[in-house]
């Protein structure tokens, strides 16, 4: 089992950026398919981005796209969430996960094998 850690979170101003890393226990990191997800209090976990075990696909919500990027580093068992001109409402605790890889990418959180702690991540306006 692969066990994540993430890291990076904290407050920053509307406008700002922030780089979410997650850490991977396991040699078997490189085989999964990795995603961040976000939950507010009282609100339902909801997907972020989502990265292929081959870094060749990527995907995005559509309230973070072209302002987010996703990437991992196999050699360091990372995996990075790059937030740029980050607004209010991106304020959440935000998780990162695994799945065994699949023909297609996945979206949902019930898909999702094991997870990470979580890392609060706060923007003021």
């Known amino acids: 089992q692969v066990q994540l850690a993430e890291s990076g979170g904290g407050l920053v101003q509307a406008g700002g950026s922030l780089r979410l890393s997650c850490a991977a226990s396991?040699?078997?990191?490189?085989?999964?398919?990795m995603g961040w997800f976000r939950q507010v209090l009282g609100k339902e976990r909801e997907f972020v981005a989502v990265?292929?075990?081959?870094?060749?696909?990527?995907d995005y919500a559509e309230s973070v796209k072209g302002r987010f990027t996703i990437s991992r580093d196999v050699a360091k068992n990372t995996v990075y969430l790059h937030m740029n001109s980050l607004k209010p409402e991106d304020t959440a605790v935000y998780y990162c996960?695994?799945?065994?890889?699949?023909?297609?990418?996945?979206?949902?959180?019930?898909?999702?094998?094991?997870w990470g702690q979580g890392t609060q991540v706060t923007v003021s306006s």
């Open positions: 396991g040699r078997t990191f490189g085989l999964y398919n």
């Open positions: 990265i292929s075990w081959n870094g060749d696909s990527t």
């Open positions: 996960a695994g799945y065994s890889p699949t023909r297609t990418l996945k979206y949902s959180a019930f898909d999702m094998e094991f």
